[in-house]
């Protein structure tokens, strides 16, 4: 029975696995010497660790292979991730307390809406018109609610001066001219009876 | 969403049932008074516009979010035509010349 060589290339790869078992040059099976092993595995870690580094890693503190699942923290990443922290936070507090600055005038809006709605008439006595007067008329009521909870949910994440421009805009809008208008002319009548 | 787009289309098709008629009669009323030259023109047109303007807005402002949100924006916008609608003819009213 003759014996087996092996190519050149798997003879200078093979050392590398330590304390395994490797064909000699004889072609025997022998076991791996520690002394030959472990001068080549020893060189090969090295390799791996610069490889794995990068130029400035020790002046940033990353002194560890970038190994998934065994990366040094980063101090500069946490010192961003606590000031994000931070600011949401605030973040959260101002959008609360935009919120509740913002509730007052929408329910004094929304009671001001029902108001003009009672006063409001479509003068028609067609059946259709009436029945989309009536629908205009409640979606009318609910438009400031609406705007209010539809602001709330849609800027959950927006920054606070999002919400609060939001919340702005729809007092601008939902502002019950009819009642303002009755209330100026009940103001120039009084006036031109005293 | 197509199916949201049209239902609220045809939804911000009833606020405009109102502000058209009311382009095409009040010109006349005001001419029947003698006062057609105090016809508020722009209130009128723009009574008529701001349901299309606000419907195009909701739509655009909804683009890229969910379904629920796209559709809470049109209820709103449409809650915001009608209102805006009656405070354009509280404003109409409001300006009217005194009748002769």
Redesign the interface.
């Known amino acids: 029975m003759g014996t087996l060589t092996l190519p050149a290339v798997c003879r200078r790869t093979q050392p590398r696995v330590r304390n395994a078992t490797s064909l000699g040059d004889n072609g025997q099976m022998a076991r791996a010497t520690p002394d030959h092993d472990g001068a080549l595995d020893d060189a090969a870690g090295a390799d791996d660790d610069e490889a794995l580094h990068w130029a400035g890693d020790e002046e940033r503190g990353r002194d560890a292979p970038r190994l998934r699942g065994s990366r040094a923290p980063d101090p500069a990443a946490a010192v961003a991730h606590d000031g994000d922290g931070e600011r949401e936070v605030v973040g959260s507090r101002s959008r609360g307390a935009a919120t509740v600055a913002f509730a007052l005038p929408y329910l004094a809006w929304t009671i001001c809406?029902i108001f003009?709605?009672q006063r409001?008439s479509?003068g028609s006595t067609d059946l259709a018109?009436q029945v989309?007067?009536q629908?205009?008329?409640f979606?009318?009521m609910?438009?400031g609610p609406?705007?209010f909870a539809?602001t709330l949910?849609?800027t959950r994440e927006s920054r606070p001066l999002v919400r609060v421009g939001w919340l702005a805009l729809g007092l601008g809008?939902?502002?019950?001219?009819?009642l303002v208008?009755d209330f100026?002319?009940a103001l120039r009548v009084a006036g031109s009876l005293s | 969403m197509i199916v949201v787009a049209v239902v609220f289309a045809v939804l911000f098709g009833f606020a405009l049932v109102s502000p058209v008629s009311e382009l095409i009669a009040l010109p006349g009323v005001y001419d029947a008074y003698g006062i057609g030259d105090s016809t508020p023109w722009v209130l009128l047109i723009v009574n008529v516009a701001l349901p299309v303007v606000l419907y195009v807005a909701a739509l655009l402002l909804g683009r890229g979010r969910p379904l629920f949100a796209r559709a809470l924006i049109l209820t709103v916008a449409l809650a915001a035509a009608f209102a805006l609608h009656f405070e354009l003819v509280a404003l109409v009213g409001a300006i009217q010349p005194a009748l002769t």
């Open positions: 809406w003009v709605v409001l479509s018109t989309l007067w629908f205009g008329e979606l009318a609910l438009a609406l705007w539809a949910t849609l809008v939902l502002v019950p001219w009819p208008f100026l002319v």
